[in-house]
Nanobody
C-alpha cells in the first residue's frame, strides 16, 4: 500500500522552528521528485519546496527562501522540511508529495500525504 505519513507539526511561537518529516511506504522516494505544499484557510494549496528526482536541484517559494530547507534520506525513505524563523503567515496545513522524477517543480503530484497542521502564534 502506497503511503506518505507526515509528522512534526504543531504550535510554535513566531521566530521558532519546526521540522516536518514524511515517511514513505509502498514505493521508493528516490525514484521521484519530492516536495512540500501548504494550504492556509481560505487559500489555494501552494508549493513550498521541491527536490528534483532527476538532478537533485531544489526550489523554494519566495516566501520561504532562506528560512526553510528541504532534504531527503534515501536510506530511511523519508523527506524533511526544516522550518526556521517561522512567521504567523506560515500557518497552514503542510502536505508532502511525490511527483514524477522528470516532471517540473513537483507537478503533477502522484502521491499526497495526509497533511499536518503548523500554527505560528504567540
Amino acid at each position: 500500500q502506497v503511503q506518505l505519513v507526515e509528522s512534526g507539526g504543531g504550535l510554535v511561537q513566531p521566530g521558532g522552528s519546526l521540522r516536518l518529516s514524511c515517511a514513505a511506504s509502498g514505493f521508493t522516494l528516490d525514484y521521484y521528485s519530492i516536495g512540500w505544499f501548504r494550504q492556509a484557510p481560505g487559500k489555494e494549496r501552494e508549493g513550498v519546496s521541491c527536490i528534483s528526482g532527476s538532478d537533485g536541484s531544489t526550489v523554494y517559494a519566495d516566501s520561504v527562501k532562506g528560512r526553510f530547507t528541504i532534504s531527503r534520506d534515501n536510506a530511511k525513505n523519508t523527506m524533511y522540511l526544516q522550518m526556521n524563523s517561522l512567521k504567523p503567515e506560515d500557518t497552514a496545513v503542510y502536505y508532502c508529495a511525490a511527483a514524477p522524477r522528470y516532471g517540473s517543480n513537483c507537478r503533477p503530484v502522484d502521491y499526497w500525504g495526509q497533511g499536518t497542521q503548523v500554527t505560528v502564534s504567540s
